[in-house]
């Protein structure tokens, strides 16, 4: 069945190709504005002097949002681009664009370029395959949240900068101690409420977020993190807030956090890996860098985070001569040295075992502490069921209503019962709306 989100115009791959061109062109929209924006163009410039039959054309298409809204504007009008880069909360949107996608593992078969799924990072791959483990999109930036922290405040209050907390109860502790040190005013913020309090919470202990493997086996999945882990930990961090421990940062990105990290506000952070370049250029003191906390008391924790950022979904409707070009900027995408240097430059990440290996080699994991955290969370543990990430039509919309619920708690509006059980059934209405659409 198709989805009616790319529906309005009919596409279908062009069968009977012409002969390969000079510099045929491929169009990249993307969401990676400043400093990224400038590395993701160098990418596409390095392939392009690498060869001389294809030239990749990025193009700045604003916020995740705005560049899928953009493309799917741009389908209808039979003028999409040939590379979409989407967040990982739009990808069971764009499985269920069926007949708009053109998977990458048929492309790259298609094409005869070489492709092996098994070079990629398991938790990686896992996040974007079909039911059958067919790769859907091609990973380009991944990352997961990990713990930013303050290691002058930590030495001020006494703590040991070296060993950052391990569980949420040593977070309490850690942080009640910098404030009554008076070292600082705050223990820990956190960005992306949605993404590190629930989404990743629940894989890191283990526990589903919905039915269905967390939405993977099939659109009729239910949301069911309306447990009491969640619930208490969500009126955790409001008594936390209460006293002075944890500080709301804000709902969706969570704007307000990060800048009460570099104004040493508050000593702990929690935030995207993709954020390290950003959080030492932005800090006038030594960062540290730790895993995510747990509750020990939960059997099977800590179990492996689950990723955010986004990959590059192939749209149909081009040429088999463009396709080919697609086909082979993936593969020098794949290449270790390119993977390692992206990832180095921007802390998303390596997607491949080889470019995490040449990485290590080239001893940037110990010339650099703490870098190696993302990819040590993401690899702890075989992804489970719980912990292989999750594909919600919808999301993008239910995040914002898992952000509103979780920000009532922090007013003290709702408890986190109440707030986990509106989120629950609220996210469900709007999950049944996707899956009616797909009939």
């Given amino acids: ?86 967040f990982e909360v739009g990808t069971g949107t764009m499985m269920g664009a069926e007949g708009a996608i053109y998977p990458i593992y048929q492309l790259m078969a298609d094409n005869d370029v070489a492709f092996d799924p098994s070079a990629y990072l398991d938790t990686i791959v896992s996040y974007y395959t079909d039911p059958e483990g067919n790769m859907l999109s091609f990973p380009f930036n991944s990352s997961t949240p990990i713990m930013y922290y303050n290691r002058d405040i930590f030495e001020a209050a006494g703590l040991d900068p070296d060993t950052p907390p391990a569980t949420w109860a040593e977070m309490e502790a850690a942080s009640l101690q910098i404030i009554e040190s008076g070292a600082a005013p705050c223990g820990f913020t956190t960005s992306w409420p949605s993404w590190l309090m629930l989404e990743n919470f629940t894989a890191w202990h283990n526990v589903p977020l919905s039915t269905q493997s967390n939405g993977f086996e099939g659109f009729d999945a239910e949301f069911v993190f309306n447990t009491e882990l969640v619930s208490t930990h969500w009126d955790n961090l409001k008594a936390w807030q209460d006293a002075g421990a944890f500080r709301w940062g804000g709902p969706g990105p969570g704007p307000d956090a990060a800048p009460l990290f570099y104004a040493a506000e508050c000593a702990m952070f929690f935030g995207s890996s993709a954020s390290r370049a950003g959080v030492l250029n932005n800090s006038d003191f030594e960062v540290g860098f730790g895993m995510q906390p747990y509750y020990d008391t939960v059997e099977g924790a800590p179990q492996n985070t689950i990723i955010g950022g986004a990959t590059l979904w192939v749209l149909t409707g081009h040429d088999d001569a463009e396709y080919q070009g697609i086909a082979e900027f993936f593969e020098y995408l794949s290449q270790p040295e390119v993977q390692a240097k992206w990832h180095q430059d921007t802390g998303y990440l390596p997607i491949t075992q080889a470019s995490y290996d040449l990485t290590m080699e080239q001893g940037y994991y110990d010339e650099n502490p703490g870098s190696d955290i993302s990819i040590r969370q993401m690899t702890l543990n ?58």
């Avoid at 000079?22 to 990418?43: C, N, R």
């Fill in 1 to 86: 069945m198709r989805s009616t989100l790319f529906a309005a115009t009919a596409m279908t791959l062009v069968i009977g190709t012409p002969a390969l061109q000079a510099q045929t062109q491929i169009d990249w929209w993307h969401a990676m504005g400043g400093e990224l924006g400038e590395l993701l163009e160098g990418v596409a410039e390095g392939f392009n002097e690498s060869q001389s039959d294809f030239r990749v054309v990025p193009s700045f298409r604003g916020t995740y949002a705005e560049a899928m809204t953009g493309a799917i504007a741009a389908f209808r009008a039979n003028q999409q681009p040939h590379i979409l880069q989407v």
């Fill in 382 to 439: 075989p992804p489970t069921p719980n912990s292989s990430g999750l594909r919600f039509g919808n999301f993008v919309q239910i995040r914002d209503i898992i952000s509103e619920e979780m920000e009532s708690v922090m007013s003290g509006a709702k408890t986190g019962q109440q707030a986990t059980d509106d989120a629950v059934r609220r996210g469900n209405v709007l999950l049944r709306e996707f899956e009616a659409s797909m009939n």
